[in-house]
């Protein structure tokens, strides 16, 4: 158990009442940055929240590993999430995420999803195909575009194109409603009938209806053509189904787009390691399409996306309650 005394603990010095609200809305990579130079435990205020902030790797271990149960996840974003994705994976906490984990996890281990790898290959052989040489593409939105159809391939057995459109809307809207419901000096409850709200509830009712039709169809699938095939073998109550649903399609898609996105944007930023990587891959594959196997023979691919993740990772704060800041910190 750690303990720390309250007064050991710098604050980062900011604003008069706004404290870093500015830099925690604009500039919240340069913000980070400038507290993880500032200690491995700082407080920092923004507008009238204090935040405990910790860049210790085995402070974050200590956190997740012996008081997760303590830890209020995801913070203020669960406030703007839930209307929209209900008590998934998620959002959910406490014996409530056991009990999912527990009924969702086997069916997304490492080993069901290594079965899709040839239909994974195939769907970004596929994107890729459609980049023409010296054109310029928007390279976080292809990959989004191609997570997107990967975890349709996951969880259906087939491609998300008769709802495309309706999902990628309902996730912009929500990446934007939840942004702005963060940042918010002082955030106003979602239930209230503001203009904003009125908007999220309509686009919830949409992705909703597109939800029960893609329902429907996989419930007319064969239990091995897709990881919610045996799903909803499990006969889940019909809430609880939705809510895990729209959950995996919305977490499952944008935080693997935003890794891959970052990776090749920083070996574009340095050449040497990138053809380090292309020397790799080409010794072991042999311009043949490179499967699940292959993978434990890719070791500096393995290292590249871990680098990765570490500079830039999809998820990189989680939000603790004051439950949280006391067990970790013990004497506060």
């Given at each position: 158990?750690?303990?720390?005394?309250?007064?050991?603990i710098p604050?980062?010095?900011?604003?008069?009442?706004?404290?870093?609200?500015?830099?925690?809305?604009?500039?919240?990579?340069?913000?980070?940055?400038?507290?993880?130079?500032?200690?491995?435990?700082?407080?920092?205020?923004?507008?009238?929240?204090?935040?405990?902030?910790?860049?210790?790797?085995?402070?974050?271990?200590?956190?997740?590993?012996?008081?997760?149960?303590?830890?209020?996840?995801?913070?203020?974003?669960?406030?703007?999430?839930?209307?929209?994705?209900?008590?998934?994976?998620?959002?959910?906490?406490?014996?409530?995420?056991?009990?999912?984990?527990?009924?969702?996890?086997?069916?997304?281990?490492?080993?069901?999803?290594?079965?899709?790898?040839?239909?994974?290959?195939?769907?970004?052989?596929?994107?890729?195909?459609?980049?023409?040489?010296?054109?310029?593409?928007?390279?976080?939105?292809?990959?989004?575009?191609l997570t997107?159809?990967?975890?349709?391939?996951?969880?259906?057995?087939?491609?998300?194109?008769?709802?495309?459109?309706?999902?990628?809307?309902?996730?912009?809207?929500?990446?934007?409603?939840?942004?702005?419901?963060?940042?918010?000096?002082?955030?106003?409850?979602?239930?209230?009938?503001?203009?904003?709200?009125?908007?999220?509830?309509?686009?919830?009712?949409?992705?909703?209806?597109?939800?029960?039709?893609?329902?429907?169809?996989?419930?007319?699938?064969?239990p091995d053509?897709?990881?919610?095939?045996?799903?909803?073998?499990?006969?889940?109550?019909?809430?609880?189904?939705?809510?895990?649903?729209?959950?995996?399609?919305?977490?499952?898609?944008?935080?693997?787009?935003?890794?891959?996105?970052?990776?090749?944007?920083?070996?574009?930023?340095?050449?040497?390691?990138?053809?380090?990587?292309?020397?790799?891959?080409?010794?072991?594959?042999?311009?043949?399409?490179?499967?699940?196997?292959?993978?434990?023979?890719?070791?500096?691919?393995?290292?590249?996306?871990?680098?990765?993740?570490?500079?830039?990772?999809?998820?990189?704060?989680?939000?603790?309650?004051?439950?949280?800041?006391?067990?970790?910190?013990?004497?506060?």
């Amino acid at each position: 158990m750690t303990t720390i005394s309250r007064h050991d603990i710098p604050t980062l010095t900011g604003a008069p009442l706004l404290g870093h609200f500015a830099a925690f809305r604009a500039r919240r990579l340069a913000l980070f940055e400038t507290l993880s130079h500032a200690g491995d435990v700082v407080w920092f205020w923004v507008g009238p929240y204090r935040i405990l902030f910790l860049n210790d790797p085995s402070l974050i271990r200590e956190a997740l590993s012996q008081h997760g149960s303590r830890l209020e996840r995801m913070g203020r974003t669960n406030t703007y999430l839930r209307p929209f994705l209900g008590e998934g994976l998620l959002t959910s906490s406490g014996e409530t995420h056991r009990s999912e984990r527990r009924a969702i996890g086997p069916h997304l281990s490492p080993v069901s999803i290594g079965r899709l790898g040839a239909s994974i290959v195939s769907l970004t052989e596929q994107r890729v195909r459609g980049w023409e040489h010296g054109a310029t593409i928007d390279l976080a939105q292809e990959l989004t575009t191609l997570t997107l159809e990967v975890i349709g391939a996951a969880l259906f057995g087939t491609t998300l194109s008769a709802a495309w459109g309706t999902l990628c809307a309902a996730f912009t809207h929500l990446e934007e409603y939840v942004t702005g419901g963060v940042n918010a000096l002082l955030p106003l409850p979602p239930e209230w009938p503001l203009p904003a709200n009125q908007r999220m509830r309509r686009v919830a009712a949409e992705f909703d209806r597109a939800l029960t039709e893609l329902l429907s169809a996989a419930r007319q699938l064969p239990p091995d053509s897709g990881a919610l095939a045996p799903i909803l073998q499990q006969q889940l109550p019909p809430q609880l189904l939705r809510d895990e649903l729209a959950t995996l399609l919305f977490a499952g898609h944008e935080t693997t787009a935003s890794a891959l996105t970052w990776t090749l944007a920083l070996l574009d930023q340095h050449p040497a390691i990138a053809h380090e990587l292309r020397l790799e891959v080409d010794q072991v594959l042999r311009r043949r399409a490179v499967t699940v196997a292959d993978l434990p023979s890719l070791p500096f691919l393995d290292r590249v996306l871990k680098e990765s993740i570490r500079l830039y990772p999809p998820v990189y704060v989680i939000v603790g309650g004051n439950g949280f800041s006391q067990g970790i910190i013990g004497a506060l």
